[in-house]
């Protein structure tokens, strides 16, 4: 049974970057689509980046394109999402979660995720 961990995350000021860890065990992740969603304060969670199995493919929301990178290591069973440029927008528990499948599909909704992570709180304040 793979078993996620999401880590690093803080509090950090406007402008600056975070990196994000995801930790499998239990099983090999690289057979597994990986995404990542948050949730804010008061609002329902979103969907944030995916990455496929063998990182051909890649997804971001709109709302963090060009500012979050998503990677993975199948040989160390991590993944990462790099956020740089982060806002108060930014804001919210990040987690990690699996697809019982090894593509992203074309949109990132929790529904097609079955497998969840613990998650880690990111916080963007001056």
């Known amino acids: 049974q793979l078993e996620l961990v999401a880590s690093g995350g803080g509090l950090v000021q406007p402008g600056e970057s975070l990196r994000l860890s995801c930790l499998a065990s239990?099983?090999?992740?690289?057979?597994?689509?990986i995404g990542w969603f948050r949730q804010a304060p008061g609002k329902e969670r979103e969907g944030v980046s995916c990455?496929?199995?063998?990182?051909?493919?890649?997804m971001y929301a709109d709302s963090v394109k060009g500012r979050f990178a998503v990677s993975r290591d199948n040989v160390k069973n991590i993944l990462y999402l790099q956020m740089s440029g982060l806002n108060a927008e930014d804001t919210g528990v990040y987690y990690c979660?699996?697809?019982?499948?090894?593509?992203?599909?074309?949109?990132?909704?929790?529904?097609?995720?079955?497998?969840w992570g613990q998650g880690t709180q990111v916080t963007v304040s001056a």
């Open positions: 979660a699996a697809r019982p499948i090894n593509t992203c599909g074309s949109s990132i909704s929790e529904e097609a995720y079955n497998l």
């Open positions: 239990g099983t090999n992740v690289g057979y597994y689509a």
């Open positions: 990455i496929s199995s063998a990182s051909t493919t890649k």
